[in-house]
């Protein structure tokens, strides 16, 4: 493994190295940057759209060329393999290299099954499923020679039906194709892992109120912060997880042990 670049601050091995994660213009995404830029790596914000930003005051804010580890906005459509092709040539042009890769970005309806259209259907396999290969292609050579990490950002609706949520199910396939990467690209130099986070209060959580019976009985500590999921991607992108590959890490404050009780 290629030692890294610089100093680092409080993790493992991250100074001076980059990160491109992917739908990290808000939410989970928006946390993870900023999580991974405070450790010291230089960050590729992107978003399927050109207006990628982070809030006001916050460090990750800071324009291209400002003081700190480097942050460069990117936008793509990664349903589209022509426009992954171009992320990562664009990411590489831009850094020279890529040490982690984290999979944040999803889009999906909130609808049951049966009533999915084949648009809606194309859609949760091209951008969740489809679009996450195409990265992981395109980044391969790029993770090899840096011996990188790819993570992976899935949720509780990979393993427990979620009411008109079929962006579960290809989460847990995205879980399993964790496991693939890690034994094929592990012998490369390249750890792959995943999250999975519990209930975020992110964009789509007024949409779960309506859907999900029960929801506002939920204590607050039930929810997890965006931060938590935050440190749980940095950890498996440090040096300090090296032994852990082919793993989902649950963050969910310990709410799937305790699903079946009143």
């Known amino acids: 493994m ?22 990290s213009t808000r939410g989970i995404g ?19 759209q050109a207006t990628a930003s982070a809030p006001a005051g916050e460090p990750l804010a800071a324009s291209p060329g400002s003081p700190g580890p480097r942050v460069e906005r990117f936008a793509a459509d990664i349903g589209r393999k022509e426009e992954v092709v171009r992320l990562l040539a664009e990411v590489r042009a831009t850094f020279g290299r890529l040490d982690v890769l984290v999979l944040n970005a999803a889009r999906a309806p909130f609808k049951e099954s049966w009533r999915l259209l084949e648009r809606d259907l194309r859609q949760l396999l091209e951008v969740n499923l489809m ?15 840096a011996g990188g990490r790819i993570v992976f950002v899935s949720s509780l609706g990979s393993r427990f ?5 079929p962006l579960g199910p290809v989460k847990a396939a995205m879980e399993a194709m964790v496991r693939q990467w890690a034994e094929e690209l592990g012998p490369r130099g390249v750890r792959a892992n995943a999250v999975c986070a519990g ?10 109120r309506r859907l999900w019976t029960g929801l506002d009985r939920l204590p607050e500590a039930a929810f997890v912060p965006p931060e938590e999921v935050a440190d749980a991607v940095c950890f498996l992108a440090s040096a300090a997880s090296r032994g852990v590959n082919g793993q989902t ?13 009143e």
């Open 249 to 261: 890490l649950v963050v969910d404050r310990g709410l799937s042990n305790r699903l079946l009780r």
């Open 30 to 48: 928006q946390a993870i940057a900023r999580r991974l830029h405070a450790a010291g790596m230089q960050v590729a914000l992107h978003g399927r």
């Open 161 to 165: 039906m979620s009411p008109q949520y």
């Open 131 to 145: 679009g996450n290969v195409f990265l992981v292609q395109q980044a391969r050579e790029l993770l090899e020679a």
């Open 2 to 23: 290629r030692p890294a670049m610089g100093e680092t601050n409080d993790e493992p091995g991250l100074g001076g190295q980059v990160a491109l994660v992917t739908g």
């Open 199 to 208: 209930l975020v209060r992110t964009d789509a959580f007024k949409t779960l």
